[in-house]
């Protein structure tokens, strides 16, 4: 049965235009996924990785740090549309600050980091196919970001989803997009030499690449991280920051016994018996930021050497089909993370960086957060915390987890809370203008739906 579902689904993919090279790379976790591969890492079979080189420690030399910028591309993930804030665009498009939507932002740290170091620095967004026109159209809003003879942006490629039961690509006539669905980021690389792009960056003498999520305002353009990767000659090293007891999701690196390699694991790749060595924070010191630098030729090279497969673990996400119902038909999608690519690279390292290069922006808690005075805007487009500790945001799922929930309840903007250290919302409360936060401030649910006033102040 399994060995009809991989034809039906490689014939389903070569129908739908898929490159090659995807189809390879997807029927290679397809057979892996028959033998019982899980992707699961006990805790057993690792030691934690306890000490990577600190940014803040490093000497970097200015020309040199100027000379890797200028052999270095910046590659933006940009294929969400933001489905759990209620978003059915480009989630890169969602206003941040001032008017201005994360992709406005992004141009504007490109644009101040292109004149401060003399570079070209191409700006570069992997998009899906749902996020491409949108994406495209507003990137025609800034002229002068496009590097001429590099394309502004490549596609993410896509894979049937598989019935639960047998294997086989799962039909769905009241949605047939939803029978779709990405392979996970780790995709990049494959769609980075399936587009040509990873040729084209050779060709014009690109070397280094550093990719991040377009929702994380804080992963900008670094000279002195460029330099840093540059000097170091690792082929491959990823963003790490101290963890903290509120980053207990977020994966984390550790070293593999079997053969030293270092290694990605992630919350789904953990076996749930082991969940408290997983969020120990002490245990496993770093979390993964999604920030990655790696070395162009050196990928190049590898994937030649492995057929177009750099093999990272495989990821089995079980959903259904329609993932707005629960009662639809049980599928599973074939993943892998962008940050597992550690393992794939002889002499990948790591490096640590400061909490500033991690403001993404997965929920409106987060959002509430960016556009809050807690933070400014400088002139190379980087947001800066004013107060030394950000305030802990807590607002009501039921009203304010979609954007046009949460937009509707803030219509003069959201509250001061540069001199709180929380704000908790509980009921469903619009927001009057010049709202003032201070200290461990809560609106309580009694009294609501209601108002609170202009000028409130909330303690």
Known sequence: MSTTGLAAAQAKMRDAGVAEQAIDVFSHYYRALEEGATGLVPEDTIEPLTQIDSIDDVQVDEAAAREALSKTVLIKLNGGLGTSMGMDRAKSLLPVRDGKSF??????????????????????????????????????AHPGIEVEGIPLDFLQNREPKLRADDLTPVEWEADPSLEWCPPGHGDIYTALVASGVLDTLLERGYKYAMTSNSDNLGAAPSARIAGWFAASGAPYAPEMCRRTP????????????????????????????????????????????????????????????????????????????????????PVIQLETAMGAAVEAFDGATAVEVPRSRFLPVKT??????????????????????????????????????????????????????????????????????????????????????GVVADGARLA
């Open 246 to 329: 509120a980053d207990v999701k977020g994966g984390h690196l550790a070293v593999r016994k079997a053969d030293g390699r270092i290694i990605l694991r992630d919350t789904a790749q953990t076996p749930p018996e082991e969940m408290h060595y997983f969020t120990d924070q002490f245990r496993h010191p770093f979390f993964h930021t999604n920030n990655l630098w790696f070395d162009l030729e050196v990928l190049r090279d590898t994937l030649t050497e492995r057929d177009g497969i750099l093999g990272l673990p495989l990821i089995r996400n079980e959903k259904t089909v329609d993932p707005a119902d629960p009662d639809s038909t």
């Open 103 to 140: 992709l406005d932002l992004l141009v504007d740290q490109v644009m101040a980091a292109r004149a401060r170091y003399d570079v070209t620095l191409p700006l570069i967004f992997m998009d899906s196919f749902r996020t491409r026109e949108d994406t495209l159209a507003a990137l025609a």
């Open 364 to 449: 409106t808690n987060d959002l509430l957060l960016v556009r809050s005075d807690v933070y400014e805007v400088d002139a190379d487009g980087l947001l800066q915390q004013v107060p030394e500790q950000a305030c802990v945001v807590n607002l009501d799922s039921r009203y304010y987890k979609r954007i046009a929930d949460f937009e509707a309840r803030f219509p003069h903007g959201v509250p001061s809370i540069r001199e709180a250290s929380s704000l908790t919302v509980r009921g469903d409360w619009t927001f009057g203008a010049g709202v003032v936060a201070t200290g461990d401030a809560a609106v309580p649910e009694e009294g609501a739906p």
